[in-house]
């Protein structure tokens, strides 16, 4: 009986096998960067929410201890102790009313590349 030569068989095997790996690595690397994204996302609306909260509270706060001296000015807040490094806080107390107090509070944060702003108007009663 005569025997056929298999030169080369392995080596394409190995190719195959090479071309099958690479192929699952691409597919998994893109699901990761969107899972990255996500989670980047998720960070910044947490830290978008809380920058809100502070200013609320920090609003509450003065308006409660009368430390409110002018109204209608940009009052830029200390973010040191809440632990947002790249974040800033605006707080703007509208005019005084009877009832309630008209408050902007504009907040940015940012995770690498996105960056997450908002600005809202809240009414609070002194």
């Given at each position: 009986m005569k025997q056929t030569k298999r030169n080369g068989y392995v080596l394409v095997l190995v190719i195959m096998a090479l071309i099958v790996v690479a192929a699952e690595m691409f597919v998994l690397t893109g699901a990761a960067n969107i899972l990255l994204f996500q989670a980047n996302t998720a960070y910044l609306e947490a830290c978008n929410r809380n920058l809100?909260?502070?200013?609320?509270a920090w609003v509450r706060h003065s308006v409660k201890d009368k430390n409110l001296k002018s109204f209608n000015t940009a009052v830029k807040l200390d973010l040191?102790?809440?632990?947002?490094p790249q974040g800033s806080l605006v707080v703007i107390v509208g005019g005084q009313g009877y009832e309630t107090l008209e408050v902007q509070i504009k907040a940015s944060c940012n995770r690498g590349r996105q960056t997450l702003s908002s600005k809202d108007k809240f009414f609070v009663k002194p």
């Open positions: 809100v909260a502070s200013g609320l040191a102790h809440i632990n947002i």
